[in-house]
């Protein structure tokens, strides 16, 4: 299968060298001891995306599943959208592509509702990947090129590059070179 890329590029992370390693930096939960529970919520998601960034899908899954819940208690629909959108990530990199879908849809019905037009051209992005990877290919179509055409409103020529990439990743796969080239 092609690679997909993903719109948000890997930072560079300045905390890796050959004195340390992840373990040297792992997060301390003190998400019990805070007390408001906003704060709380984006210390569980902040020990999240450090879990989703060393690769650890399911430990990561199970923060953004608590701040989900968390989320859901205060009636919070960005921090619903956002844990939900981390949650697909989460679940793409397992390999678990249909529970990832139903996450993303999620976050792509809030963030529509809120306008986020960059996370809306994500989400399309990457529900487009799902769709291909589960053999969906007109549905993959459709959504890569919902994405394509926000990020191409938007005018940033990294989002377009990525969905490009995709798109012609897919095309090649399909052996329909000639679509490819667009």
């Known amino acids: 299968q092609p690679e997909f890329t993903s719109?948000?590029?890997?930072?560079?992370?300045?905390?890796?060298?050959e004195i340390f390693n992840e373990d040297d930096f792992q997060p301390v939960d003190t998400s019990a001891t805070i007390k408001g529970d906003t704060?709380?919520?984006e210390s569980i998601i902040s020990i999240g995306e450090y879990h989703l960034k060393m690769k650890q899908?399911?430990?990561a899954a199970n923060y953004f599943d608590t701040a989900?819940?968390?989320?859901?208690?205060?009636?919070?629909?960005v921090k619903i959208g956002d844990s939900n959108y981390f949650l697909g990530k989460c679940h793409w990199n397992?390999?678990?592509?249909?529970i990832a879908l139903k996450h993303f849809q999620i976050s792509l019905d809030i963030n529509q509702s809120i306008g986020d037009k960059?996370?809306?051209?994500?989400l399309f992005n990457n529900i487009g990947s799902i769709h291909y990877r589960l053999g969906n290919?007109?549905?993959?179509?459709?959504?890569?090129?919902?994405?394509?055409?926000?990020?191409?409103?938007l005018g940033d020529d990294n989002l377009i590059a990525s969905t490009?990439?995709?798109?012609?990743?897919?095309?090649?796969?399909?052996?329909?070179?000639s679509d490819a080239m667009m």
Not at 68 to 77: G, H, I, P, Q, S
Not at 118 to 122: E, G, L, M
Not at 165 to 177: A, E, I, P, R, S
Request: avoid cysteine.
């Open 137 to 153: 290919y007109d549905d993959a179509i459709d959504n890569l090129l919902k994405a394509l055409r926000i990020k191409e409103e």
């Open 118 to 122: 960059i996370q809306i051209s994500r």
């Open 164 to 177: 490009l990439n995709n798109l012609g990743n897919m095309f090649l796969q399909l052996k329909q070179t």
């Open 39 to 41: 704060e709380k919520y």
């Open 94 to 98: 397992i390999g678990n592509f249909r």
């Open 68 to 77: 989900t819940a968390l989320a859901e208690e205060l009636k919070d629909n």
């Open 7 to 17: 719109d948000k590029a890997e930072e560079n992370d300045s905390t890796k060298s």
């Open 57 to 59: 899908y399911q430990t």
